[in-house]
């Protein structure tokens, strides 16, 4: 029988003579390290004279009960523990365990703060005294003391706390959720990234917890399927965006974590990183708010960020939800541009708090796993597809962020900040809740809902008819035939169409040109597809009648001669106003089934108002209505 002998000078059983023993093991715990470190290290060490190796040479062990000058301590317990849930032990785990103290079951059942490995088998009881140690040796001879029986059934009975120095659920939870998500990637040892999370990982002193282990314990007796349970989880849609970062527990390893994720799928992730134990909660959210500020109005804007909602250590005994300190640089974010994207990452999974965030303009939330929802694999693997998926919409939405710095410039300069005659138009369209706001407001509630999109393009074009109809824009008489545009450049009117001297034709710089749009019905007749524009005047048969052709003439004569706005962009304005005519409006069949509109195409029309609202003219110059 090869005997193991574990003690820390504290045992006349470690005399050859008194005691012989095959190997022993001199616990030199050094009062700056944790104990489960120190354990840890010991039991990874792989050099011959280690732990592990010794263990691994034995057939049953003897640990001394007190290994520290703390008798009370029972680190012997303790190391009992460790042994029995250290992977790298494989079988040699469930070695016998005989722990010499002078104390009875009953005794350090109700002194050890974690008993239940007593009540285990495998492990057993006994003096200091040859007695004992001749008494054990025959009782192993005999069959009477065996190796534990089964680990998934030890680590099922078994109860262990969390460690102390670790103040809350906070901190073990999102160690927990990070040592579980790495174990779903693909190994990855070339990429930077990958390596980097990795030791970052494996650095963490929760994961060397005996807390930490029996967890791991318990998730490894699940069946690990590589091929199901492991993958790259590229994320769609954020190749070349830039994220931010607000986590005080980024430099544990989230931020390698974020950064690994999103280099695969090409984006990249900014943290804000001056977290100090020693500031205040109003200091450091003076602090953040200035960093938020400086990145969302940079020349490149961050413009989706991933938050925590804790953030300073006195959110764990606030009250008010809304004084968290994730919930105020939130609140900061939304008033500098309620368009920016942000996704919450918390480790509660308390239902109102998810509430709470939608109040706050926040629709992505991502709950990290806790040692207290316990996931198996296939939960661990659908909760980071979770967080992946919330990345990914919230990727499609960032264009919002851009359409409100869009209207908040558009609002601040436009072309009827000098004009008294526009006032009414300028209301409606950059006022309070008018109609830009109303756009932005609908896009926020969602942008792919085709109802929303359809009352988009109503809304749109409301906009540039409106704008087409003022009188010092351009003066439209299809009864007598006349058409005038004012120019920008030069203030002075453009005849576009005149009645001619025979009353039968007109003379225009205009004509309209009839075809198929793409998404016509088969079936249907041609319509206006496209226009031809001349330098001077030509004498051409009269204007298709109907509102449809004499709405088209009015804005293709503004955008195209008093704006200069490309054909190709006017020929999509006239393709999207006969999907507004026979979809948006109301529907009359003449569209294909299939055919829908985005968000994209509504945000082609903040293109075209930018560069026809965007113009200011020269302080000097006034421009006075065209003659009616």
């Keep these: 029988m090869k005997k193991l002998l574990v003690h820390s000078d504290n ?103 974690e008993p239940s490995i007593l009540f285990t088998n495998g492990l057993y009881l006994m003096k200091e005294s040859l007695e004992d140690y001749y008494n054990v040796l025959n009782m192993f001879s005999e069959g009477r003391i065996q190796k534990l029986y089964d680990l998934s059934s030890f680590y099922k009975s078994i109860t262990i706390n969390p460690p102390a120095n670790y103040q809350n659920h906070h901190n073990v939870a999102n160690e927990w959720a990070l040592a579980r998500y790495f174990t779903m990637l693909e190994k990855d040892e070339s990429n930077f990234f990958y390596s980097s999370f990795r030791k970052k990982l494996f650095d963490l002193e929760y994961l060397k917890t005996l807390h930490f282990k029996h967890l791991e314990a318990k998730a ?11 993958g790259n989880f590229l994320i769609k849609n954020i190749d070349g965006l830039n994220f931010g970062l607000i986590d005080d527990e980024a430099y544990k390893g989230w931020f390698e974590f974020y950064s690994y994720i999103f280099d695969k ?38 413009d989706i960020f991933i938050i925590d909602l804790r953030l300073h250590d006195d959110d764990f005994i606030e009250q008010e939800f809304e004084s968290l300190t994730g919930i105020q640089i939130i609140k900061f974010i939304k ?43 296939n939960q661990t693997r659908t909760t980071f597809l979770h967080f992946t998926k919330q990345v990914s919409e919230a990727a499609n939405n960032i264009f919002l962020a851009e359409l409100f710095r869009n209207i908040y410039n558009l609002k601040r300069v436009n072309i009827f900040s000098n004009r008294v005659d526009g006032k009414e138009f300028a209301d409606l369209t950059f006022g309070k809740n008018g109609f830009l706001d109303q756009i932005f407001n609908l ?58 001297s025979d009353n ?11 075809g198929r749009i793409e998404f016509q ?80 195409d509504v945000l082609f029309f903040f293109k075209i108002f930018l560069k026809i609202f965007s113009y200011a003219p020269p302080p000097h110059t006034s421009i006075s209505p065209l003659p009616q």
């Design 443 to 500: 896009l926020s509630l969602s942008s792919s809902n085709e109802l929303i999109i359809n009352q988009c393009l109503l809304i749109s074009f409301q906009v540039l008819e409106n704008y087409c109809d003022l009188p010092f824009v351009g003066v439209f008489d299809f009864k007598n035939s006349s058409g005038k545009v004012c120019s920008i450049d030069k203030e002075i009117l453009i005849d576009i169409f005149t009645q001619s």
């Design 220 to 230: 490894n007796r699940q069946i690990f399927n590589s091929r199901k349970h492991t």
């Design 265 to 302: 799928s090409k984006a990249s992730i900014v943290p804000y990183i001056n977290f100090q134990k020693d500031k205040s909660k109003e200091q450091l959210i003076f602090e953040i708010t200035n960093w938020v500020f400086d990145v969302i109005n940079s020349s490149q804007p961050i």
């Design 11 to 113: 045992t006349s059983f470690n005399k050859d003579i008194f005691f012989p023993v095959s190997e022993s093991f001199r616990f030199d715990l050094d009062f700056d390290k944790d104990i489960d470190l120190y354990i840890t290290e010991s039991l990874d060490e792989e050099h011959d004279v280690g732990l592990k190796k010794k263990i691994e040479r034995s057939d049953i062990v003897f640990i001394k009960a007190a290994l520290s000058q703390n008798y009370l301590e029972y680190l012997g317990l303790r190391l009992a523990y460790h042994i029995r849930m250290s992977k790298g032990l494989g079988e040699k785990a469930k070695i016998p365990i005989i722990i010499i103290c002078e104390e009875s079951f009953q005794y350090l059942g109700l002194i050890y703060p």
């Design 521 to 600: 019905n088969e079936n249907e007749a041609e319509t206006i597809k496209s226009f031809n524009a001349f330098e001077k005047s030509e004498l051409k048969t009269t204007f298709s009648s109907g509102i449809d052709a004499t709405s088209l003439v009015k804005i293709i004569s503004v955008l195209h001669f008093r704006h200069s706005v490309p054909k190709v962009d006017i020929e999509k304005i006239i393709a999207l106003r006969y999907f507004r005519s026979n979809v948006a409006a109301h529907y009359t069949g003449r569209v294909k089934a299939d055919n829908k509109i985005n968000s994209t």
């Design 504 to 514: 039968k034709n007109i003379l225009t710089k205009l004509e309209l040109v009839r």
């Design 335 to 377: 008033k500098q541009n309620p368009g920016i994207q942000i996704i919450v990452s918390t480790a509660s999974n308390k239902v109102w708090n998810y509430q709470n965030c939608l109040e706050q303009g926040v629709k992505y939330f991502t709950i990290k796993e806790s040692p207290e929802t316990f996931n198996n694999r």
